[in-house]
């Protein structure tokens, strides 16, 4: 089952979407083909649940059907060039190295769109690395919206809101929680979620590979 982080940041953005139309963004509890377009999402493995009103803790959705990485399903943007395939912003290589261990092949577990800060279209997908034991993984999952880096501005500033922000990754970047297992970072017009399950300490692994991603980013 897929994990989804960040009701609350959802709701946020339709609030504010509906004050001042100004950038204000976060993730969303479905994104399953546009329908609830008014969230983004960051997926997570963890084992927690919560209810709308919780905004740490992730909530459990159905999965959509998965989509295989090169299937030409995934390449449709909005706005211009967007990432089509999250899978391509990190090598399994990379991945192995980052984690110590082998991975199988990645595989796209989700593509569909949303709306970030109110109105403004994005492409969504998620890619995921997984150890053929299942105990090590590398989730990415992208907000695609090209040319509209006003409302992935406002989305990353409010992901980031009283959290430990690090520097040097793309626009705004800061670690879901103090477990330093998960990044969001915002980047012109891209937000991305990365977040890594491994033995041991995760943070040097997953800024390695943040890095990695946002220098690939169109």
């Not at 997926?43 to 959509?64: G, K, L, R």
């Not at 060039?81 to 899978?87: A, K, L, N």
């Not at 090209?146 to 009283?162: F, R, W, Y």
Request: glycine residues 10%.
């Amino acid at each position: 089952m897929i994990r989804i982080r960040g009701v609350a940041l959802a709701i946020c953005m339709l609030v504010f979407s509906a004050i001042a139309l100004t950038a204000c963004g976060g993730d969303d509890d479905d994104t399953n083909g546009g329908d609830s377009g008014d969230e983004a999402a960051a997926v997570t493995t963890d084992d927690q649940s919560a209810s709308d009103d919780e905004a740490t803790e992730p909530v459990d959705v159905e999965p959509t059907e998965a989509a295989d990485a090169s299937d030409d399903g995934n390449d449709d943007q909005s706005g211009g060039e967007g990432v089509s395939d999250p899978c391509s912003l990190v090598t399994q290589a990379e991945v192995e190295a980052a984690l110590g261990e082998p991975v199988q092949d990645p595989v796209v577990t989700y593509t569909g769109t949303a709306n970030i800060s109110g109105t403004v279209p994005a492409t969504v997908s998620t890619c995921a690395y997984i150890s053929p034991t299942g105990a090590s993984s590398v989730n990415l999952t992208s907000w695609s919206a090209p040319g509209e880096s006003e409302a992935v501005a406002g989305m990353i500033e409010l992901a980031c809101t009283d959290k430990e922000t690090i520097s040097g990754l793309g626009d705004l970047a800061c670690y879901y929680d103090d477990t330093h297992a998960e990044v969001q970072l915002g980047s012109g017009g891209f937000f991305l979620d990365i977040y890594v399950t491994m033995n041991g300490d995760a943070s040097d692994a997953l800024v390695d590979l943040s890095e990695k991603a946002v220098d690939r980013l169109p």
